[in-house]
Protein backbone atom coordinates (compact mmCIF):
# COMPACT_ATOMS: atom_id res chain seq x y z
CA UNK A 1 0.00 0.00 0.00
CA UNK A 2 1.51 3.40 -0.70
CA UNK A 3 0.84 6.60 0.94
CA UNK A 4 -0.77 10.14 0.02
CA UNK A 5 -1.04 12.93 1.24
CA UNK A 6 -4.68 13.74 1.95
CA UNK A 7 -5.56 16.96 2.81
CA UNK A 8 -4.61 19.84 5.12
CA UNK A 9 -7.16 21.32 7.31
CA UNK A 10 -7.37 24.82 8.73
CA UNK A 11 -10.33 26.44 11.10
CA UNK A 12 -11.84 29.15 9.54
CA UNK A 13 -14.23 31.60 11.31
CA UNK A 14 -16.69 32.31 8.50
CA UNK A 15 -17.60 29.09 6.59
CA UNK A 16 -19.09 30.66 3.52
CA UNK A 17 -16.40 33.70 2.96
CA UNK A 18 -13.78 31.09 2.97
CA UNK A 19 -15.65 28.88 0.35
CA UNK A 20 -16.17 31.46 -1.70
CA UNK A 21 -12.33 33.26 -1.05
CA UNK A 22 -11.11 29.33 -2.30
CA UNK A 23 -14.00 28.55 -4.83
CA UNK A 24 -14.13 32.07 -6.53
CA UNK A 25 -10.68 33.10 -6.08
CA UNK A 26 -9.06 30.87 -6.38
CA UNK A 27 -10.88 28.56 -8.54
CA UNK A 28 -11.20 25.45 -6.53
CA UNK A 29 -14.77 23.45 -6.33
CA UNK A 30 -16.36 23.16 -3.08
CA UNK A 31 -16.22 19.03 -2.85
CA UNK A 32 -18.88 18.63 -0.36
CA UNK A 33 -20.25 20.10 2.90
CA UNK A 34 -21.33 18.24 5.79
CA UNK A 35 -23.11 19.61 9.14
CA UNK A 36 -22.48 18.22 12.26
CA UNK A 37 -25.34 19.47 14.24
CA UNK A 38 -24.40 17.26 17.59
CA UNK A 39 -21.09 18.26 17.60
CA UNK A 40 -21.44 22.23 16.33
CA UNK A 41 -19.34 21.72 13.19
CA UNK A 42 -19.47 21.89 10.00
CA UNK A 43 -16.44 20.73 7.36
CA UNK A 44 -15.96 21.33 3.71
CA UNK A 45 -13.68 20.45 1.38
CA UNK A 46 -12.26 22.10 -1.58
CA UNK A 47 -9.92 21.27 -4.17
CA UNK A 48 -8.44 21.23 -7.54
CA UNK A 49 -9.88 18.07 -8.35
CA UNK A 50 -11.93 15.02 -6.63
CA UNK A 51 -10.56 13.43 -3.17
CA UNK A 52 -9.78 9.91 -4.60
CA UNK A 53 -6.92 11.23 -6.90
CA UNK A 54 -5.85 14.81 -5.55
CA UNK A 55 -4.95 16.36 -2.58
CA UNK A 56 -7.66 19.14 -0.93
CA UNK A 57 -7.97 21.39 1.70
CA UNK A 58 -10.74 20.98 4.54
CA UNK A 59 -12.29 23.84 5.60
CA UNK A 60 -13.77 23.24 9.69
CA UNK A 61 -15.82 25.55 10.85
CA UNK A 62 -16.89 25.48 14.74
CA UNK A 63 -20.07 26.95 15.11
CA UNK A 64 -19.13 28.69 18.32
CA UNK A 65 -15.68 29.64 17.24
CA UNK A 66 -16.07 33.31 14.81
CA UNK A 67 -12.01 33.69 14.81
CA UNK A 68 -8.63 31.74 15.61
CA UNK A 69 -5.11 32.89 16.88
CA UNK A 70 -3.16 31.37 13.63
CA UNK A 71 -0.15 30.69 16.27
CA UNK A 72 3.00 29.32 14.44
CA UNK A 73 3.16 26.11 13.79
CA UNK A 74 1.61 26.46 10.48
CA UNK A 75 3.40 27.42 7.71
CA UNK A 76 1.57 27.89 4.14
CA UNK A 77 -0.36 25.74 1.53
CA UNK A 78 1.22 25.88 -1.90
CA UNK A 79 -0.57 26.60 -5.32
CA UNK A 80 1.11 25.90 -8.36
CA UNK A 81 -0.02 28.68 -11.26
CA UNK A 82 1.15 29.50 -14.25
CA UNK A 83 1.62 33.68 -14.99
CA UNK A 84 2.27 34.78 -11.26
CA UNK A 85 2.17 37.95 -12.18
CA UNK A 86 -1.02 37.78 -14.00
CA UNK A 87 -2.53 35.83 -11.16
CA UNK A 88 -1.97 38.40 -8.66
CA UNK A 89 -3.40 41.07 -10.38
CA UNK A 90 -6.73 39.58 -10.57
CA UNK A 91 -6.27 38.44 -7.47
CA UNK A 92 -5.86 41.93 -5.98
CA UNK A 93 -8.44 43.07 -8.12
CA UNK A 94 -11.22 40.77 -6.12
CA UNK A 95 -9.86 41.79 -3.12
CA UNK A 96 -7.52 39.16 -2.05
CA UNK A 97 -4.45 40.29 0.02
CA UNK A 98 -1.11 40.20 -1.35
CA UNK A 99 1.59 40.20 1.44
CA UNK A 100 4.87 39.39 -0.52
CA UNK A 101 4.67 40.39 -4.32
CA UNK A 102 5.17 38.58 -7.33
CA UNK A 103 9.31 37.86 -7.78
CA UNK A 104 11.85 35.53 -7.09
CA UNK A 105 12.69 33.93 -4.31
CA UNK A 106 15.37 35.41 -1.73
CA UNK A 107 18.52 33.31 -2.48
CA UNK A 108 16.80 31.37 -5.82
CA UNK A 109 15.33 32.23 -9.04
CA UNK A 110 11.25 30.23 -8.61
CA UNK A 111 9.16 33.31 -9.01
CA UNK A 112 6.59 33.26 -5.67
CA UNK A 113 4.40 35.42 -4.05
CA UNK A 114 2.08 34.79 -0.77
CA UNK A 115 -1.46 35.92 -0.26
CA UNK A 116 -4.00 35.65 3.00
CA UNK A 117 -7.54 33.87 2.89
CA UNK A 118 -10.07 35.34 4.74
CA UNK A 119 -8.52 34.29 8.47
CA UNK A 120 -5.18 35.15 7.26
CA UNK A 121 -4.01 31.75 6.50
CA UNK A 122 -0.77 31.87 3.83
CA UNK A 123 -1.07 30.48 0.59
CA UNK A 124 1.84 30.17 -1.68
CA UNK A 125 1.75 30.74 -5.16
CA UNK A 126 4.78 29.47 -7.31
CA UNK A 127 5.02 30.34 -10.62
CA UNK A 128 4.90 26.93 -12.13
CA UNK A 129 4.65 26.80 -16.24
CA UNK A 130 3.32 23.41 -17.15
Sequence with gaps: MSWRMLHTMIRVGNLDRSIDFYTRLLGMTLLRRTDYPEGRFTLAFV??????????IELTHNWDTEAYDLGNGFGHVALGVPDIYAAC??????????TRPPGPMKHGSTVIAFIEDPDGYKIELIEHKG
Design 47 to 56: GYGEEASNTV
Design 89 to 98: EVLAANGAKI
